[in-house]
């Protein structure tokens, strides 16, 4: 039997992951680790442990060092963003076991959203303005002030004035100014694969969000955008899977963001046929890969459950 260290197992995103290997009945011992216990992830692993927080660096390296040792880990799937980034640029040797991620390039470029910005630039796609807060005030509004590095929708604004932007830039380090983009009612997360041998499969969601996570979604098809997350996974030399966000505007696809990670949707698009996860796992392993053609125009949803671990019974 293999073992399997996922990390962030309090999230949704890794605890996605764990209910995918589950239910693909691979026959994996999964190990979790998340920087604290007050959540559910303990729920969904064989093995839980506490470990350092990721930016702690060295003390986080030597702490998942521990672990692969401890469990005699074979492969780490990394479920943050900071966490593929730290993971990925370790030395094999160093750790002795596979480490999920969707290549080099990929990763040096899109754990920074204003890098992935202008690198979309150059290769001639037309993108949203976007400059550093620190640098300079927005001309236009109503616009976004975000992160420019990992948090997902934790950090996100929409700025009307420019009381607003100078209040967030000076409240928020590391962030950028980007602009809104029109109409934001066709917002599509897209997850794009790609194979070892360059085939490149892409699954286009318009979606709703609530509370910053995918609520909704409806699987579409639009030519162009097909063909843009195609030329962009090519550019990136993408080795496994990532998402694309977009919006598609008046003038075309506008991508704002590329998560180097599989995203908080990727139980749901297992659940249709889109098994990036089980193919990028697959690949790596030198095995055969199986697609499914996805119908248009299915539809998926969110849901939520709860579970009680401790019942007091003093009065």
């Not at 979790?32 to 969904?44: E, R, T, V």
């Not at 948090?151 to 604004?157: A, H, P, V």
Request: hydrophobic share 35%.
């Amino acid at each position: 039997m293999k073992n399997y260290l996922v990390t962030g197992v309090g999230g949704d995103i890794a605890q996605g992951i764990i209910r995918i290997i589950r239910e693909s009945d691979l026959g994996i011992n999964i190990i979790g680790c998340d920087i604290n216990n007050k959540n559910a992830g303990s729920l969904f692993v064989d093995k839980f442990k506490l470990v350092n927080p990721a930016k702690e660096g060295k003390r986080y390296i030597k702490t998942i060092k521990a672990l692969t040792i401890e469990f005699d880990v074979d492969v780490i799937i990394p479920s943050t963003e900071s966490e593929v980034e730290i993971l990925s640029n370790i030395d094999k040797s160093y750790l002795d076991c596979m480490v999920i991620n969707p290549g080099k390039k990929v990763i040096d470029i899109c754990t920074n959203k204003y890098k992935t910005n202008s690198f979309l630039r150059s290769i001639g796609l037309k993108v949203p303005w976007t400059n550093y807060s620190s640098d300079k005030y927005p001309d236009n509004y109503p616009c976004i002030f975000k992160a420019n590095k990992g948090t997902g929708s934790k950090l996100l604004f929409v700025v009307d004035n420019i009381k607003e932007a100078e209040y967030l830039a000076k409240k928020y380090k590391n962030t950028i100014f980007q602009e809104l983009l029109l109409p934001d009612d066709y917002e599509v997360t897209c997850a794009v694969f790609r194979k070892k041998d360059g085939q490149i499969r892409v699954l286009q969601m318009k979606r709703k969000l609530t509370g910053g996570f995918t609520s909704w979604a409806k699987v579409i098809y639009d030519a162009e955008i097909e063909n843009t997350c195609k030329y962009v996974a090519k550019e990136l030399n993408l080795e496994g899977s990532m998402n694309i966000q977009l919006r598609k505007t008046n003038n075309g696809p506008r991508i704002f963001e590329i998560n180097p990670r599989f995203s908080s949707t990727v139980y749901m698009r297992h659940l249709i046929g889109f098994e990036d996860f089980i193919w990028s796992i697959k690949d790596i392993m030198g095995e055969k890969l199986k697609f499914t053609d996805i119908a248009i125009g299915t539809e998926l949803v969110r849901t939520q459950g709860a579970k009680v671990l401790k019942v007091n019974t003093k009065n």
